[in-house]
């Protein structure tokens, strides 16, 4: 609607929505039901399963292959003696490939355009709302503006809603903002200029669970216009771009497709000119026999597959790839944005820092696990002897509504039910052997002052053993200490002087810096029971007890990881809905910037024109206090300037972001629904190391893709330089078609499937990331595939011509077009020639394929031994090659004869040159 119901009043907010503290009507929520619709989250611009299938068939490397099955076809329309049943095979084992790339690639895209229905999920199913003056529970879908809802500890909010009554009422926000503190609601208004949703602590979120107390507030927003609304709009307008190995792949595509019309078109126009004789119908054969050698048919499957193993090798480093071509891109990524609420930090507040007794103790151990211990200045401290720090711990199990119980996932050995600040100081009390059923057992609470944002402070009244009472306090130490007159201290209750104030001031100035978050506790005896135990009359003349410091560590991995990130050339930068302070301690910590570093807000993005945040981006590695909108606005302006941006996330704030970057990471654990849907990698450990081991994989898999697209176009190559030029020079096909498809898919397949799981190339994490926009095809790669197919087809066709002279006497420029190859003489020659030069195409490419294992070294400087895949690759493709020339039944399909081992003598010596092309020579300058 529009309205900042934050910064107004409750009767404000009644008369605007022309409701009142008694609710709606039965007759009014309907009508409002038809103005406003249901409460409900909406699909826009949804794709139908049948054109995201249809979508598989655009890509240019599948076009490519839909005319080779045209061209197969064709040939086996208009070939005669055999030639039918070779086009029909073709264009059967083309189409299996064509089919199987588009299966696989619709059910990975139908999979990714899940995200609206887990954003559905999410939203809560069942409301209380007062109508007709009555309280009553509906489908939250019929919630309406107006309606007054009811809020209790467990629910989910079913609306966006201003509060207008709150008894210690508080609210999970982290799906919604990424802050792991439970925010508590208010019913004051706010005077705040552009606030954040963490801000607006007298809102309630559609989404968002309440974690203690109760309260009323009247639904403002329903629907799309909830901020879970606006948000399930960034996602559904969100468009995932085009990975780098896909753009490769579509460039390839294209100058493959240029190549093969060009060939086609010279061969024919070359035939017709030169007049051999030939029908048309011949010459158009040749052409499309040129063409179809062109055509890399084993490519797109290769890349498939090869993706397919990296998902699987990914898995076991706790990575799950739902989007195939997203492995590769992971290797590209030139920046990590992440959120630090449970990604750079665990997402359990952890006390760190306790001041008691006139001392500073440190705890170590981290989120709601028993290890831990405490220290006074390095020295172990024992807190159970110490009557002191043991009355502190006490203090924050008894004023609290919290609860610890055994973590049955096994992930820690406690999870908190309730408020995660009150669950860290029961973790940091059972650490010290101080066990909540202990202190229960000694105390029995009779009532309590429940917390509130504007006191920021709770008491609970206790009754011990003896029947004394006590009221124990905790609050913000600015809030508390003021009411507290004496202090324990030496064991001794004595006046709090001013100096004293002072200096537990500055100590928890000291904490505040370090980001940690500081309560202060304090309790006071009371000798008899005070009416409606009234908060004035109970909140003073306190004794001050300490000060304990609590904050959401790092995880471990992450000081590593960022290094690691650095290294490699990738910048890393947090992306967080929380305050400043958290943000810069934290990032400092973790080594993301110096001490003093740039620390950029939503609040200061807003007054940002546009080029000036578009400057900002380039040097600030640190957001704090972001809505949604603004990490989609980073996320966008760092992609605009070619960037390869990877945004990891787990709440449901991060969700446009994660969709909208090159590489949306999300987390398996924690992560929300819709997060995961709107992802690309899912992390199974929720650990930011992961994504530099699934980065190192990316580029890993990224390697290996060129060594086989090189090996793959070095090959073809080979085929177009010896079909041309042997049709040319007037001579028959020196390779059938058969055997052309053969080598594609077979002889070439399985060792570019070995090459695609080849053991990395030495250094693959010290060099920068791969330059974005630059093309797999650079100058280095088409060198190496043009010089590596010419040494490659002067062995092929030195091969066939030795054979055709050898066999039947054929001399250049003397019997060339004058030889009638149908006559029993020169077609054994030619059957002998092809099947030598069948024989020689294999050789060259099972000895020039160790060539291609790296790119920055020549074979003899490589570890032959550790690629067992490529050995077992060459030896399968050795056996099938000889079984075709030398097994009866299949040599009339493949068109071969037996070769003798003078042959073999001749194939061998000219094709040991591709055993030592060196590609960091052929490379040169596009070494990284």
């Not at 406003?36 to 979508?55: Q, V, W």
């Not at 997203?326 to 992440?338: D, H, K, P, Q, R």
């Amino acid at each position: 609607m529009g309205t900042n119901w934050y910064s107004n009043d409750t009767d404000y907010v009644l008369d605007n929505l022309d409701t009142s503290l008694d609710g709606l009507s039965s007759e009014e929520a309907e009508a409002r039901l038809e103005k406003y619709g249901h409460n409900e989250l909406i699909e826009t611009g949804k794709i139908s399963p049948i054109r995201m299938f249809a979508h598989q068939f655009t890509d240019p490397m599948v076009i490519i292959l839909l005319i080779a099955i045209v061209i197969s076809l064709l040939t086996s329309v208009l070939a005669h003696g055999g030639g039918e049943e070779h086009g029909l095979i073709d264009a059967i084992v083309i189409s299996a490939i064509v089919i199987f790339n588009a299966i696989f690639g619709f059910v990975q895209e139908y999979r990714s355009e899940q995200a609206l229905e887990a954003l559905k999920s999410m939203a809560a199913p069942r409301a209380r709302v007062k109508r007709d003056g009555l309280w009553k529970e509906i489908d939250s879908r019929y919630v309406v503006p107006g309606d007054l809802m009811n809020l209790e500890a467990g629910d989910k909010v079913p609306a966006d809603g201003r509060v207008v009554y709150a008894v210690g009422l508080g609210s999970d926000e982290a799906a919604l903002t990424g802050e792991s503190v439970s925010v508590r609601k208010v019913e004051d208004t706010i005077h705040l200029d552009g606030p954040s949703v963490g801000d607006m602590k007298n809102m309630v979120f559609q989404g968002t669970v309440i974690v203690a107390g109760k309260g009323h507030a009247i639904a403002t927003e329903t629907g799309m216009d909830t901020k879970f609304g606006q948000i399930a709009d960034m996602v559904q307008q969100s468009k995932k771009d085009m990975t780098p190995l896909q753009h490769d792949l579509e460039d390839l595509g294209k100058k493959l497709g240029v190549l093969v019309i060009a060939l086609c078109v010279i061969v024919f126009a070359a035939e017709l000119i030169r007049d051999t004789g030939d029908s048309p119908i011949e010459m158009l054969l040749a052409a499309i026999a040129l063409a179809v050698s062109a055509i890399p048919e084993g490519l797109p499957a290769v890349v498939t597959i090869t993706l397919a193993i990296g998902v699987q090798q990914m898995v076991a480093r706790n990575a799950i790839v739902r989007r195939l071509p997203s492995v590769e891109t992971l290797g590209s990524t030139t920046i990590i944005c992440s959120d630090k609420t449970g990604t750079i930090t665990k997402s359990e507040m952890t006390v760190q820092s306790m001041f008691v007794n006139g001392m500073t103790l440190s705890v170590t151990g981290v989120g709601y696990n028993k290890e831990g211990e405490f220290f006074r200045a390095s020295k172990k401290f024992d807190v159970s002897e110490d009557e002191h720090a043991t009355l502190l711990l006490k203090i924050g199990q008894l004023c609290g509504n919290s609860l610890l119980q055994n973590d049955t996932s096994g992930a820690a050995d406690w999870m908190i039910v309730g408020d995660p600040t009150e669950g860290a100081l029961l973790v940091a009390a059972e650490k010290a052997g101080i066990t909540y059923d202990a202190t229960w057992e000694e105390y029995k609470e009779i009532s309590e002052i429940s917390f509130d944002s504007a006191r920021k402070r709770m008491t609970s009244i206790c009754r011990n053993k003896e029947g004394e009472l006590f009221a124990f306090s905790k609050g913000a130490p600015e809030v508390l200490l003021p009411l507290c007159n004496h202090i324990y201290e030496n064991g001794q209750i004595r006046p709090l002087r001013e100096g004293e104030r002072e200096g537990i001031i500055e100590i928890n100035a000291g904490f505040a810096e370090n980001a940690l978050r500081v309560l202060a506790f304090a309790y006071r005896p009371i000798e008899a029971e005070i009416p409606d135990w009234e908060p004035e009359k109970v909140e003073r003349d306190l004794i001050f007890v300490g000060l304990i410091g609590m904050i959401d560590p790092p995880r471990d991995e992450v000081y590593d990881a960022i290094d690691k990130c650095k290294k490699a050339g990738i910048r890393p930068i947090m992306i967080t809905g929380d305050h400043e302070l958290t943000a810069r301690a934290i990032s400092v910590d973790v080594g993301l910037i110096e001490r003093g570093g740039e620390v950029i807000t939503g609040a200061m993005i807003d007054k940002m024109d546009e080029a000036t945040f578009r400057q900002s981006v380039d040097h600030c590695d640190v957001y704090a206090r972001v809505a949604p909108r603004h990490k989609l606005q980073i996320v966008e302006a760092l992609k605009d300037k070619g960037e390869v941006v990877a945004m990891t996330g787990d709440g449901v704030n991060d969700a446009p972001a994660v969709k909208t970057a090159n590489v949306g990471i999300s987390m398996g654990i924690r992560g929300a629904d819709v997060t995961r849907e709107a992802s690309d990698v899912i992390l199974t450990d929720d650990n930011f190391a992961t994504i530099v081991d699934a980065v190192e994989k990316g580029r890993e898999i990224y390697s290996n893709i060129r060594k086989f697209v090189r090996f793959l176009l070095a090959a073809n190559f080979d085929e177009i330089f010896l079909i041309f030029t042997i049709i040319m020079i007037g001579l028959p096909l020196p390779i059938t078609a058969i055997q052309i498809l053969w080598l594609n898919l077979a002889t070439d397949g399985f060792p570019a499937l070995a090459l695609g799981v080849d053991p990395p190339e030495e250094g693959v994490m010290t060099r920068p990331p791969r330059e974005p926009g630059k093309k797999m095809m650079d100058r280095g790669m088409i060198s190496f595939v043009v010089i590596a197919g010419f040494i490659a087809f002067l062995a092929s066709a030195f091969v066939f011509l030795w054979s055709l002279n050898t066999y039947g006497g054929w001399i250049p420029g003397v019997n060339g077009p004058l030889v009638d190859w149908d006559t029993p003489t020169w077609d054994y020659a030619l059957k002998h020639a092809r099947t030598a030069a069948f024989a020689g195409v294999v050789t060259f490419e099972l000895l020039f394929v160790w060539n291609c294992r790296d790119e920055y070294h020549p074979v003899w400087r490589t570890h032959i031994t550790q690629s067992r895949a490529l050995i077992g690759a060459v030896i399968l493709s050795i056996v099938l090659t000889l079984a075709t020339i030398y097994v009866p039944f299949m040599q009339p399909l493949f068109q071969t004869m037996p070769l003798n081992p003078i042959d073999w003598v001749i194939i061998i010596t000219t094709c040991l040159p591709g055993l030592f092309i060196p590609p960091h020579i052929i490379f040169g300058h596009d070494k990284e």
